[in-house]
């Protein structure tokens, strides 16, 4: 049986070389780690901020609980634990099915489930907890829930499937491109879970029971919480694990970029036309492949001969530059051999040491490893920060491996199956911290990944690299939106996608119209794409030897699509001091700027299933077009609210689906009650 000790604000048990912590944590929030080791290894990971605080503790003979605010747990003498919310309300319980001697407790206490649960038969012998030892390593670990039918999950972070609603779901708990693992859910039940593990695993959100798997770890370590909505949830998680920085006023409108713009002139023209034309820009992007050699982290000098003039020109155009930064070092590099001698990149445990061999044989610097990122930081400073650079572009952030597999790889911290989730973290955070270095605020860097906390170092996540298909673009708008339920409020896409899209094929342009209109009611707004035919190589040295997409800008696809792109981009200048108060809640509070609706709406039943529209911000309802021919499509419109057509000025009541008609040059959008903004 389990024994039961107050060590100041943490409740300690232990029982046959287990020891188990619960401590209050954060605001409705109680941490739980448990280790087989001989001391409770203390790596914070996401909740790197120190939040335990003074909560309520009891310890009785055959039982404990902690209380904290809106949340309690209580573990029986078993071990089993148990949450209920302030009320009473059971949110969630450990699966565990052990024979005992005795009659069973009453489950719903608390106590019970460890011989007979609600008529399961007590000879399973599953342990709700359970460390199996890895031979020369540590352990894997399963955590399991009793599931509960009715329950919704959202969250998680981004994966390439349609499904907003994750119940019934296994998802992998590893980075990869255009998959970005961050393990925090919130539940329709009214309590958010954190899984606080870098490590490799995967989750099955299953009928029967839920599963949290790592395939190698040292120690149990989770945080949960609960709130009456789904905004307190939200909010009490960016309470502790941290929100982001405010957004800076220039990143509101749209970005500009392509695959990719290979010379300084090339780009100079494009935002020239920009400004010939009256048509707002906020951002230009230079993407990879500018520089001589990856890992030399500066400009070639044969096709960008005069960055600083090039800077100076496009901020008298009131357009910021963005360049994008790649993470791998190229045995070539001028900065390789000195990386490779003190330590800063990755290692790779057996075979040849190479990560990825993408345009040469490359291994990514060692973000986990401080002086890594210092060094790093100080190389992006001489050839960029220093000439007026504020934004930067952390592509490959993963990191993403030619070959996937992630036993082969170690960091500074340890082995990537046991820490690799945190990379882009990591890689976030050298940029962050060197730009607040230099004394800036306000600090966003597009990020190719996230884990749990990379918001608070100015992360703007988006979904990699995307095909150009309705079917890929339906997937963004649940991505995104399971992204924003995972605490990441900067997020968007390549419109119109990555992979594909000839300028001059008409289903083509249509996809593009039709998601042009969805980005603008997303986060950020950037137009990027690696479209068809390719273009002709600029050089054969250096970086021209990378391939380059046709022409991306907004008058590359003739002339309706000009017209419609430029009205949206419109409409987006017309919305920014809209969009900057979402912006302000979502540093201030780590309110999500896009949600599902039921963010908004939580007592209404069949808000909680709508998965093809959401909010922007607590006044727009965006219901995006993601089929092609689609000349009407249904909205619900959520009960508790008037709503007036963006386009026709009509008004609907709330609480009904309605029909409505979706010409190409228009996105269904509705307005709540007396909100007000004039599109056309």
């Given at each position: ?94 699966y565990w099915r052990h024979r005992v001697d ?524 993601a089929y092609s021919n689609t000349e009407e ?48």
């Amino acid at each position: 049986m389990f024994s039961f000790i107050q060590n100041n604000n943490r409740l300690v048990c232990s029982y046959d070389g287990e020891e188990l912590w619960l401590e209050p944590w954060g605001l409705d929030g109680i941490r739980v780690r448990g280790t087989k080791l001989h001391e409770m290894p203390q790596e914070n990971w996401a909740l790197d901020e120190e939040k335990a605080i003074a909560g309520e503790i009891e310890v009785k003979n055959d039982q404990a609980f902690v209380k904290n605010g809106r949340i309690k747990a209580i573990i029986n003498k078993y071990g089993r634990i148990t949450y209920y919310n302030q009320n009473g309300k059971k949110l969630l319980e450990e699966y565990w099915r052990h024979r005992v001697d005795n009659a069973p407790d009453n489950p719903d206490q608390g106590h019970g489930g460890t011989d007979i649960v609600q008529g399961v038969g007590c000879a399973l012998q599953k342990a709700g907890r359970e460390y199996h030892p890895i031979l020369k390593g540590d352990y894997e670990l399963n955590v399991r829930f009793e599931s509960q039918i009715d329950e919704k999950l959202y969250g998680m972070g981004q994966y390439q499937q349609p499904f907003l609603d994750l119940k019934n779901t296994t998802l992998e708990l590893a980075q990869r491109n255009s998959q970005a693992s961050v393990p925090f859910l919130v539940s329709s039940l009214g309590y958010g879970f954190l899984w606080n593990s870098p490590s490799v695993g995967n989750v099955e959100l299953c009928k029967n029971l839920t599963v949290w798997h790592s395939e190698s770890e040292k120690k149990i370590d989770y945080w949960i919480t609960a709130g009456d909505t789904p905004a307190q949830i939200e909010e009490n998680y960016a309470e502790v694990v941290g929100k982001v920085p405010m957004i800076p006023d220039w990143a509101m409108g749209f970005w500009q970029c392509k695959l990719r713009y290979q010379t300084q002139e090339e780009l100079l023209e494009v935002a020239r036309e920009y400004k010939k034309r009256g048509i707002p820009l906020s951002v230009i992007v230079i993407d990879f492949f500018h520089w001589p050699t990856q890992g030399d982290w500066k400009f070639d000098p044969i096709y960008w001969p005069d960055p600083d003039a090039m800077i100076e020109e496009l901020k008298k155009m009131g357009i910021e530059l963005m360049v994008s930064v790649w993470p791998t070092v190229d045995y070539r590099s001028e900065n390789y051999k000195e990386m490779k001698a003190k330590g800063y990149l990755l290692h790779c445990d057996r075979g040849f040491p190479v990560s990825i061999n993408y345009m040469g044989n490359t291994l990514h610097y060692d973000a986990t490893n401080e002086n890594a990122r210092k060094y790093v930081w100080e190389k992006i400073k001489k050839n960029y920060y220093d000439k007026g650079i504020r934004l930067f572009w952390l592509d490959e952030a993963e990191p993403e491996f030619t070959n996937y597999d992630f036993d082969i790889y170690r960091t500074h911290i340890g082995p990537h199956m046991q820490v690799g989730n945190i990379y882009p973290v990591a890689y976030a955070r050298t940029f962050y911290e060197g730009m607040r270095q230099e004394g800036q605020e306000n600090i966003i860097n597009l990020v190719r990944c996230a884990w749990a906390g990379s918001q608070k170092y100015g992360a703007l996540v988006w979904s990699g690299d995307i095909y150009s298909s309705f079917e890929s673009m339906r997937c963004q708008i649940t991505a995104g939106l399971n992204m924003a339920m995972a605490g990441i409020p900067w997020w968007t896409t390549d419109i119109g996608g990555f992979f594909g899209g000839h300028v001059e094929d008409q289903n083509f342009r249509e996809l593009l119209i039709r998601w042009f209109a969805y980005g603008t009611f997303c986060p950020v707004m950037r137009l990027h794409g690696c479209r068809l035919p390719q273009s002709l190589k600029s050089g054969n040295s250096g970086g021209a030897d990378c391939l380059s997409g046709a022409p991306n800008e907004i008058w590359s696809y003739g002339d309706m699509v000009y017209d419609i792109c430029r009205k949206y981009i419109d409409i987006r200048e017309k919305m920014k001091p809209y969009i900057k108060k979402q912006m302000t809640a979502a540093h201030v509070k780590g309110t999500p700027v896009m949600r599902p609706i039921f963010y908004d709406f939580p007592e209404d039943k069949k808000a909680w299933d709508i998965e093809d529209a959401y909010m922007f911000g607590p006044d727009m309802l965006v219901a995006p077009v993601a089929y092609s021919n689609t000349e009407e499509r249904l909205v619900y419109l959520p009960e508790g609210a008037n709503w007036t057509d963006a386009w026709t000025k009509e008004i609907k009541a709330g609480g009904q689906y309605i029909r409505v008609e979706t010409p190409l040059e228009q996105i269904p959008v509705f307005f709540k009650d007396d909100f007000s903004l004039q599109f056309e």
